[in-house]
T-cell receptor, first 113, second 116 residues
Framework: GEDVEQSLFLSVREGDSSVINCTYT??????LYWYKQEPGAGLQLLTY?????DMKQDQRLTVLLNKKDKHLSLRIADTQTGDSAIYFC?????????????FGQGTELSVKP | EAGVTQFPSHSVIEKGQTVTLRCDPI?????LYWYRRVMGKEIKFLLH????????ESGMPNNRFLAERTGGTYSTLKVQPAELEDSGVYFC??????????????FGPGTRLTVL
């Protein structure tokens, strides 16, 4: 089956690192994504990782994928107030050739100055 | 280049009324997706168009929802008659391809629907 789980809230202080976690059930997933939604805006693709990778780094963002545990995480280094948003984890199951995304509930990140 | 646009941004209607949401994808994107987020829950897939054809409509909740994409450009999602549980934010997304890296989906800002 398809299920993606995230914790709902995370609060950090400016300058700290944030780690947002996600678990998924479909081991056939090919791509896993992190989207960001700022207030009043649509979802913006932050980064993605292909299922044959363990880690991907992009500036302040680090994505870790543990396929054995079906666990995906997003680490934001030196978190800024502008990083406050809802972060959604999503996957594309391998069987699905149409590319529909399966999302988690979203983690609301609050960054305090 | 314009991104994905959606209209209206907000809609408040009474139970039993009809509402039509519109999505204009990025020009040249054959793939168009509709998703919905009910308050505080996950974003759920509704359906996927390739050009004017429905590729996958497995996420449509029931026959009160009708999606069209005449001419393969913009799409409409009509809810008739609306029920309380239809309230939520409806997102539209478009992509070049349905697979691989070209499947990056670009999302619109969403339409917030409130059914009273």
């Amino acid at each position: 089956g398809e299920d993606v789980e995230q914790s709902l809230f995370l609060s950090v202080r400016e300058g700290d690192s944030s780690v947002i976690n996600c678990t998924y059930t479909d081991s056939s997933s090919t791509y896993l994504y992190w989207y960001k939604q700022e207030p009043g805006a649509g979802l913006q693709l932050l980064t993605y990782i292909f299922s044959n990778m363990d880690m991907k780094q992009d500036q302040r963002l680090t994505v870790l994928l543990n396929k054995k545990d079906k666990h995906l995480s997003l680490r934001i280094a030196d978190t800024q107030t502008g990083d406050s948003a809802i972060y959604f984890c999503a996957e594309t199951p391998k069987y699905n050739q149409g590319g529909k995304l399966i999302f988690g509930q979203g983690t609301e990140l609050s960054v305090k100055p | 280049e314009a991104g994905v646009t959606q209209f209206p941004s907000h809609s408040v209607i009474e139970k039993g009324q009809t509402v039509t949401l519109r999505c204009d994808p990025i020009s040249g994107h054959d793939n168009l997706y509709w998703y919905r987020r009910v308050m505080g829950k996950e974003i759920k897939f509704l359906l996927h168009f390739v050009k004017e054809s429905k590729q996958d409509e497995s996420g449509m909740p029931n026959n009160r929802f009708l999606a069209e994409r005449t001419g393969g450009t913009y799409s409409t999602l009509k809810v008739q008659p609306a029920e309380l549980e239809d309230s939520g934010v409806y997102f539209c997304a478009s992509s070049l391809s349905g697979t691989g890296k070209d499947n990056e989906q670009f999302f619109g800002p969403g339409t917030r629907l409130t059914v009273l």
